[in-house]
């Protein structure tokens, strides 16, 4: 069995990056896996740091390609293999590979992300109203319009059926835009309640930077996917 690629962006925000690779670094090696850590132009000594790490593979991108463009490289350069999108600022649980790896393969499940703890509950999943607007489900058993993609596992067979991640959003709703995808494929996706990550959420952007951003890519998404705005 081909080993699953965890693809980690990193820009800048070191810090993290170190508490996210200290929590992989004690997943069971069952299911095998590969670390590749994408760096899109940090320049706080995050390159450095990847490049003393002999237990991962650093890809340097040189300059910043935006998550789904950097995402997509890892997963053709690896077109065999499940893949899992990561966020560097994520801290994951001891046995949460093995986890969803199982729940993927007994539910049979295209995809699959972790459940967030937030200070208001588990966060597992959000649902779109008539804006394309999300908003959290928070410790729900209502369906999600779409899982996370701070860490989302990805199965290949997925991945060749609706391909990768559309690059016309640089941050923000690709995620979403997948789910719809898989929904229109008819492709089942959950989150898996049973591991809680993490999440810092958004370290790399300012608030005002991470608005306008969202504004743009929420635009994008309710004109492709017949949304009003």
């Known amino acids: 069995m081909n080993p ?9 925000k070191l810090q993290y990056t170190q508490r996210c690779l200290d929590s992989l670094f004690k997943t069971p090696r069952y299911p095998d896996y590969k670390i590749v850590v994408s760096d899109n132009g940090s320049t706080d000594g995050t390159q ?17 390609l935006g998550f789904s463009k ?22 994951v649980p001891f046995a949460w590979l093995s986890t969803i790896s199982h729940c993927i393969m007994k539910r049979s499940l295209g995809a699959a992300s972790p459940a967030i703890q937030t200070k208001a509950g588990l966060d597992v999943g959000a649902v779109l109203n008539e804006k394309a607007i999300g908003r959290s ?13 701070s860490c989302l596992y990805i199965t290949r067979d997925t991945i060749n059926k609706i391909g990768l991640l559309d690059e016309s959003y640089n941050f923000y709703y690709e995620d979403v835009d997948y789910c719809f995808k898989m929904k229109k494929a008819g492709i089942r ?19 005002a930077i991470k608005k306008q951003m969202m504004e743009d ?13």
């Open 4 to 12: 699953i690629i965890i693809s980690i962006l990193t820009f800048n």
């Open 48 to 64: 450095e740091y990847l490049k003393t790490l002999s237990n991962i593979q650093f890809v340097d991108n040189k300059e910043n």
């Open 70 to 91: 950097a995402h997509n490289k890892i997963m053709n350069m690896y077109p065999e293999n499940d893949v899992v999108l990561m966020n560097n600022d994520i801290e």
């Open 137 to 149: 489900l928070i410790d729900s058993n209502l369906q999600p319009d779409w899982i996370t993609g």
């Open 189 to 207: 996706f959950e989150c898996i309640k049973e591991v809680v990550i993490v999440h810092h959420d958004s370290v790399s952007s300012t608030p």
């Open 217 to 229: 890519s929420r635009l994008k998404f309710a004109k492709k996917w017949g949304y009003s705005v």
